[in-house]
């Protein structure tokens, strides 16, 4: 499938993304480094994959693999949303619920910077984004 970190293969970016051009080259490489951390062997990448989804002020991270019964059909599950909120110059982090509901991460979900809620989600403490 892909070698290497590819931005136009890893990254959807929306028509309405917000961020400025320097902020959005920010959570780009941000993001992008995440991503290439998590990834599977190449051996695999074409069952599990990783990808990120740019909109508005939010990133939405999300898995993707074959449907196990149509295994030409990709299944996208996000996990993980990471939003940008302006007022309070911070980051707020969420995690999809079973129900398909977003959810705050913690008691209090903010973070100053959006590697440190990367982080989080990287460890994973509770078992929310990967299980």
């Given at each position: 499938m892909r070698d290497r970190f590819d931005l136009r293969l890893d990254f959807i970016l929306s028509p309405f993304v917000a961020f400025s051009p320097s902020q959005l080259a920010d959570v780009l490489a941000d993001v992008g480094q995440f991503i290439e951390r998590r990834r599977p062997k190449q051996e695999i990448r074409d069952k599990l994959?990783?990808?990120?989804?740019?909109?508005?002020?939010?990133?939405?991270?999300?898995?993707?693999?074959?449907?196990?019964?149509?295994?030409?059909?990709?299944?996208?599950?996000?996990f993980a949303k990471i939003k940008?909120?302006?007022?309070?110059?911070?980051?707020?982090?969420?995690?999809?619920?079973?129900?398909?509901?977003?959810?705050?991460?913690?008691?209090?979900?903010?973070?100053?910077s959006l590697k440190a809620a990367l982080a989080v989600v990287s460890k994973d403490e509770y078992g929310c984004f990967f299980g």
């Open positions: 994959d990783y990808r990120a989804d740019i909109r508005g002020m939010e990133v939405v991270l999300s898995e993707v693999r074959p449907r196990w019964d149509e295994p030409e059909t990709l299944m996208i599950s996000a940008w909120v302006q007022s309070r110059k911070s980051w707020r982090l969420y995690w999809m619920r079973a129900s398909g509901k977003w959810e705050s991460y913690t008691a209090d979900p903010t973070f100053r």
